[in-house]
């Protein structure tokens, strides 16, 4: 499931330049550049929203945020602290947080941020980010750092084609229902440049032993595993890897991870419940999970042992064991 290579991050971006310094008066430039999500037209600042050059299309200003869609109830107010890192020691030992570090370093570019979060400094080592997330309060915290931030869904961007040379996302596509996953995928086709470059950790429904035993009961597997943190569109890595073929995505890396090892905290949350009377090695699992977490320089310790023990299940372990997808590909 997702989140399982990271014990401490959640839907998290990176990007821009904290030029959004007001609320009712957002600067011209927080509001520049974007595009009606129905025509793809120009939108222009007009007395409290963005009005289309083209068609009807009006867009309210949300405390000066252009806002596109309704608020969504279940994601407000998660996962909304800014990640200040930028190449830390953390960056460098978190697989999927490496994945991003390694292979935009020394790239520039505007950035799109999916599923922002409350942003991620280390892409705006890149360049301009651009946050695009439905939490009106993670975009709250994401113009901290990023340059502009919309609230909009991943299927309807409101911006022009081709306008970003670089369209990221982290624990953002398992959230995302299977049936309008090629829909999201079109639109970051449509939005990137020719020969830019898109980046994924993309939340998988791995086939290692712990999950297929908490799949063997579907009501437990949907109440506290698949619901809690909204993971409505889990695939396997190989149906990762073949969608965005599909798309028209020319791969440049495809990597199924997270083989195997959950970290420590994880395995309380989808596990300390019915789950832990329907087998004594998951109870066991749990009250262990539970009694390093209580202590934060073991559960530290921990965590560390296991990304080292992922660093091997990744090589060794089967394809179809990953919780998690890392890709990268050019348009």
């Avoid at 994401?142 to 961007?157: E, F, I, K, P």
Wanted: glycine share 10%; aromatic share 10%.
């Amino acid at each position: 499931m997702s989140m399982r290579g990271t014990p401490s991050i959640g839907v998290h971006s990176l990007g821009g330049s904290g030029s959004m310094t007001t609320v009712a008066g957002t600067t011209n430039d927080a509001l520049a550049g974007f595009a009606c999500p129905a025509c793809h037209a120009p939108l222009a600042p007009a007395a409290g929203k963005l009005r289309c050059a083209s068609c009807p299309g009006e867009y309210p200003l949300r405390e000066g945020i252009p806002s596109f869609v309704p608020e969504n109830a279940f994601y407000e107010g998660r996962w909304a602290e800014p990640d200040p890192s930028a190449g830390s020691l953390r960056n460098l030992l978190v697989k999927k947080e490496r994945f991003f570090w390694s292979r935009l370093r020394g790239r520039s570019g505007p950035v799109l941020d999916l599923g922002c979060g409350g942003g991620w400094r280390l892409y705006t080592r890149t360049g301009p980010v651009t946050g695009v997330d439905v939490s009106l309060g993670s975009l709250r915290s994401a113009r901290s750092l990023y340059a502009r931030v919309a609230q909009a869904t991943l299927s309807s961007l409101p911006f022009a084609d081709e306008s970003f040379d670089f369209v990221v996302s982290s624990d953002v596509l398992g959230h995302v229902p299977l049936e309008e996953k090629d829909a999201v995928l079109a639109e970051v086709r449509r939005v990137l440049r020719t020969g830019g470059l898109t980046l994924h950790y993309v939340e998988t429904e791995g086939d290692d032993p712990l999950m297929r035993f908490a799949r063997g009961y579907p009501e437990l597997y949907s109440r506290y595993v698949v619901e809690p943190e909204g993971h409505i569109g889990l695939e396997t890595a190989a149906a990762v890897f073949q969608r965005f073929r599909r798309a028209g995505f020319k791969p440049i890396a495809e990597r199924a991870v997270y083989r195997g090892p959950t970290y420590v905290r994880r395995i309380g949350l989808y596990f300390d419940n019915e789950y832990r009377q329907k087998s004594a090695l998951v109870a066991g699992l749990v009250a262990a999970s539970k009694a390093m977490c209580a202590v934060k320089p073991l559960e530290m310790a921990a965590n560390l042992g296991i990304s080292a023990l992922l660093e091997v299940a990744d090589r060794c372990f089967p394809v179809s064991w990953a919780g998690g997808a890392l890709v990268c590909y050019q348009k």
